[in-house]
């Protein structure tokens, strides 16, 4: 079974916090990804990366980044947090057929973070 | 052009009744339709999904129909359980862009 895993099920920090969501997925996924997702919005793309280093802005990338230092591992920080930045972080993972697109292969979730800034 | 408008936004069927939710898309550069379901508490999960050369795709009581000509794809849950009950996510995707639905929260009554 592939397995999402977050670092955190709930998280609360203060306004100005740097925090760091971190996410692993244990089957040798090429792709990954960082969404949030918030009631009546649906899940909006935050980033991806489809290779160690490499990483692409999804639709929503203002006041986050990301880190890919090795495969398994997809870090997403909030370089100061805001209460605007209040919501679910799922994290997912893909095979990445060659070919295929990053987007037309099945994404395996992670169960999310649920993230309060006070 | 990026929308994936999905309805209705919570549905109430009775246990053994028909659960239909319905999206559509603009772009018709899309080229895969999945569907995802969660539960409460856990993250999305691949249910079904479709690519666009096929008008219909079915795995068990779950069935996908695809109208390309209208840019719409709809789910359709036969025989609805109460375990069928969560939020169910549409969307629309191709090479580097991937939309989805706001969800639809399915309640089946036992």
């Known amino acids: 079974d592939v397995k999402v895993t977050q670092s955190s099920r709930y998280l609360v920090k203060r306004t100005g916090e740097k925090v760091f969501l971190e996410c692993v997925q244990d089957?040798?996924?090429?792709?990954m990804f960082w969404y949030r997702q918030d009631p009546g919005l649906g899940l909006r793309l935050i980033y991806f990366?489809?290779?160690?280093?490499?990483?692409e802005k999804g639709d929503i990338p203002e006041g986050y980044s990301v880190s890919r230092e090795k495969k398994e591992r997809f870090s997403l920080i909030l370089e100061s947090a805001s209460t605007n930045q209040t919501s679910m972080y799922l994290c997912?993972?893909?095979?990445?057929?060659?070919?295929?697109?990053?987007?037309?292969?099945?994404?395996?979730f992670g169960p999310g973070t649920r993230l309060t800034v006070l | 052009q990026q929308q994936v408008k999905q309805s209705p936004q919570s549905l109430i069927v009775q246990k053994g009744g028909i659960s239909i939710i319905n999206c559509a898309y603009e772009?018709?550069?899309?080229?895969?339709f999945p569907w995802y379901q969660q539960f409460p508490g856990k993250g999305p999960a691949l249910l079904i999904a479709?690519?666009?050369?096929?008008s219909e795709k079915k795995e068990g009581r779950f069935t996908i129909s695809f109208n390309k000509s209208a840019k719409q794809f709809s789910l359709h849950i036969m025989d609805s359980q109460p375990g069928d009950s969560a939020t169910y996510f549409c969307?629309?995707?191709?090479?580097?862009?991937?939309?989805f639905g706001k969800g639809t929260r399915l309640h089946i009554l036992p």
């Open positions: 772009n018709t550069a899309f080229d895969y």
């Open positions: 997912a993972s893909s095979y990445g057929t060659s070919g295929s697109g990053w987007f037309t292969d099945t994404q395996y």
């Open positions: 479709i690519r666009p050369d096929v």
């Open positions: 990366s489809y290779d160690v280093k490499m990483k």
């Open positions: 969307a629309a995707s191709y090479h580097d862009k991937i939309i």
């Open positions: 089957m040798d996924h090429e792709n």
